[in-house]
């Protein structure tokens, strides 16, 4: 748990600073990275710690498995909505 707390302390004062300057923020390498490591703060502590400490299956323990289409079908619905939305508001503040 410190080292989480200690990482995420870290991040804006040291990591983000020269992530932004060696990637600049608007390219798909910065966005890459940005979902590693906060997969790696965030996702992977808890799947540890479901499957070592609990010693449960985290996707079952979660809920993942039972309704995994539904969930997929809900994302992408959502997903859709959100684009939509942001290529509308796109299109309308350029005309």
């Not at 923020?25 to 996702?43: D, H």
């Not at 959100?82 to 796109?90: K, L």
């Amino acid at each position: 748990m410190a080292v989480f707390h200690l990482g995420w302390i870290v991040w804006p004062y040291v990591i983000y600073p020269r992530l932004t300057a060696a990637l600049g923020q608007e390219t798909l390498a910065y966005a890459v990275v940005q979902l590693g490591i906060r997969t790696t703060f965030w996702i992977a502590p808890v799947w540890f710690y479901l499957r070592y400490v609990d010693r449960v299956d985290p996707l079952e323990y979660l809920q993942f498995k039972h309704h995994a289409v539904r969930g997929l079908l809900v994302g992408i619905v959502v997903t859709a909505v959100n684009v939509a939305g942001s290529v509308g508001f796109t299109l309308k503040s350029c005309a």
